[in-house]
């Protein structure tokens, strides 16, 4: 007796199935994707253009503010400006605080040489010293890096991101 059941196919139908699914599944994604930058780019340029032509002749224009905006966004999550708002924005009087900026200080100059080495001479001597000091000494050096980085000891563009940064908790709290 020879029972076969609807359900069973052979190993190559099972395949070729999933290869279509897979195949589908992924022109879908691929169509969401472009379709959503699409979207975005439109959006951004409807925004700042009265007319249908002026949105379209603009799409570069459109990507390029885009990449600019998640540049921004990068930068914002990069590990020297996470530590810089940890030093502007920290509360010194918590207790683990210069625990805290030690390990930031140490992050920087050990696991980020290359970048470390951007820094201004003053800020890398800075950390330096914060990284190497005893636990009595490391809040006063870290209140030290923000008061000189605040002040322009850093430099300009320093001052203006941690300015800003300060500017923008105030923003937050208010």
């Known amino acids: 007796m020879n029972k076969t ?13 999933t290869k279509a699914r897979t195949a589908v599944v992924g022109v879908l ?44 966004t990068a930068l914002g999550r990069h590990p020297l400006a996470a530590g810089l708002r940890f030093f502007v924005n ?7 605080y210069g625990q805290r900026a030690a390990k930031i200080a140490t992050f920087i100059l050990d696991k980020r040489p290359k970048l470390a080495a951007k820094l201004p001479a003053a800020l890398q001597a800075d950390l330096k010293a914060l990284k190497d000091a005893a636990d009595g000494d490391r809040v006063a050096k870290a209140t030290h890096i923000r008061d000189t980085a605040l002040n322009g000891g ?15 908790k105030a923003d937050r709290k208010a």
């Open 90 to 96: 920290g509360d010194s009087s918590k207790p683990n």
């Open 5 to 17: 059941t609807p359900s069973s196919s052979t190993p190559a139908e099972g395949r070729k199935r």
């Open 29 to 72: 994604a691929a169509g969401l994707l472009l379709g959503g930058g699409m979207l975005a780019a439109n959006a951004a340029t409807s925004a700042n253009a009265p007319s249908t032509t002026a949105a379209a002749s603009s799409q570069p224009e459109a990507l390029a503010a885009t990449a600019s905006v998640a540049a921004n």
């Open 154 to 168: 850093y430099g300009p563009k320093i001052q203006a991101e941690a300015k800003r940064m300060q500017e923008q």
